[in-house]
């Protein structure tokens, strides 16, 4: 059996549990603790090693989802998480502008660890104070060839399309390649 | 959709690059420690700006601007009562007091002296709200923002700010944005700017750009940051360099796996059917 990986970063309470709970066919595996730092407290609990999801394919082809977690003491499980992935999604909290640095520091990183094709998910653009997918493009100085989507992570089809749209660009990417 | 966050997050430099590249129509209010501003903007450019409880009166800017003397000025403001700045204005140049262009030459200093205050702002909430425009009785001077962002950034003197901008030079080039030349017309650059501008490469570093115009790191930054918060230019990886490892530990760039373009044409048949 053939399995393939896809990892979804970005940074602490993106949404990238969230994410991959939406998407995934078995109850996401997710290694969560109760926040203890204050100036993180906006959610109850975060991921501290990965989030696991799975879509089966066929009988011969797994995807596996991997979320990273976001606060940067566990960052050491990054480049365990991205080794041999097929490509990867920074997902950004659209509401919350002090998270915006760091969305684009944690995009460099992975961009580092390997050419792989990957694309920027502008999450929770349900809320009335989400910045636009156009206006983080030019917040976070994000190349016009990479892919800017809305989403909201909660939203199965919002999901599917940010996944769709990243295996579009890897095929794009072979073609270039070929 | 407002926009809003904190210039602790989201500098004054980045919240007008944003602007000016979203051609965004509306008004930005920053609140200030000691003062709330208010500017306004059409179609990327400043078209009228006031801070504090000023009002911005026009004849409060000529008398700034050294048109008017404070006797002229105070007997203006008593007269002139609820009149208009552009009644005020026509009043003005009929009486001969001023020409059009000591008006708008003071309506865009009082503008630029505002914008240029927030430049040093490190903290404080703001918000965009779009559509937003002044009243129509206020002169209105449009200002692009390019210049503003390169004079704006000249006066920030925070050499800590620009490292955290800037952190690498020696493994980073630069080249010019998409029609530079365009651009290099409305901008106005410095002796030591057209002197950066000259060896831009990206065969050079910006360490190299520096050590060739006997520049120290604090000097060679604050003309890049000018230069790519403006839009001139932006960062390349110098030819011949591998990429680096940010923050990387292996030191090198892992190769992708190799997947054959039917096992991606699966998983997209597979997560459309989800």
């Not at chain 1, 602490?12 to 109760?34: L, Q």
């Not at chain 2, 839009?231 to 011949?240: I, K, S, Y």
């Amino acid at each position: 059996m053939q399995t393939v990986k896809m990892v979804i970063t970005g940074p602490f309470s993106a949404g990238k549990t969230e994410f991959i709970r939406s998407i995934s066919e078995i109850d996401v595996v997710s290694t969560e603790r109760k926040i203890s730092s204050e100036a993180e407290r906006v959610k109850e609990a975060t991921t501290v090693a990965m989030d696991f999801g799975r879509i089966t394919v066929d009988e011969d082809l797994v995807l596996y989802l991997f979320g990273t977690p976001g606060q940067r003491r566990f960052d050491f499980m990054w480049e365990i998480l991205s080794e041999g992935m097929l490509g990867f999604i920074v997902l950004i909290d659209s509401v919350r502008s002090e998270t915006f640095r760091e969305a684009k520091h944690i995009l460099e990183i992975f961009r580092s660890y390997a050419p792989t094709p990957y694309v920027v998910a502008a999450n929770k653009q349900d809320l009335p104070d989400a910045w636009s997918p156009e206006d983080l493009r030019i917040a976070l100085k994000i190349d016009s060839n990479v892919k800017v989507l809305s989403c909201v992570a909660t939203e199965k089809e919002h999901v599917k399309n940010v996944l769709l749209e990243l295996l579009y660009s890897i095929l794009e990417g072979m073609e270039e390649g070929t | 959709m407002a926009l809003k966050g904190n210039l602790r997050d989201f500098s004054t430099t980045q919240l007008l690059n944003l602007v000016n590249l979203a051609r965004k129509t509306g008004l930005l209010v920053i609140q200030g420690q000691t003062d709330t501003a208010r500017l306004y903007f059409r179609e990327g450019k400043l078209i009228h700006a006031n801070i504090g409880n000023a009002d911005g009166h026009l004849a409060d800017m000529l008398l700034k601007a050294g048109k008017l003397s404070a006797e002229q000025a105070q007997m203006i403001q008593t007269r002139a009562g609820m009149q208009s700045d552009k009644q005020l204005g026509l009043a003005l140049m009929s009486a001969g007091y001023v020409t059009q262009e000591d008006i708008v030459q003071s309506v865009k200093k009082h503008m630029l002296d505002i914008v240029y205050t927030l430049f040093s702002w490190n903290q404080g909430d703001f918000q965009f709200d779009q559509n937003l425009l002044p009243s129509d009785d206020r002169i209105a001077v449009p200002i692009n923002l390019e210049n503003v962002i390169m004079e704006g950034s000249r006066r920030i003197q925070e050499s800590e700010q620009l490292q955290d901008e800037l952190p690498d030079l020696t493994s980073v080039a630069l080249r010019f944005t998409d029609n530079p030349d365009a651009r290099l017309r409305n901008v106005n650059l410095s002796v030591e700017e057209w002197r950066v501008i000259s060896f831009i490469n990206p065969r050079n570093t910006i360490k190299q750009i520096a050590q060739s115009n006997g520049m120290d790191d604090f000097q060679i930054r604050k003309i890049v940051y000018g230069m790519l918060q403006a839009g001139l230019v932006e960062l390349a990886r110098p030819e011949g360099m591998a990429a680096p490892a940010v923050g990387g530990r292996r030191g090198g760039v892992e190769k992708p796996p190799a997947v054959k373009r039917s096992v991606v044409e699966r998983l997209i048949t597979r997560i459309k059917r989800i």
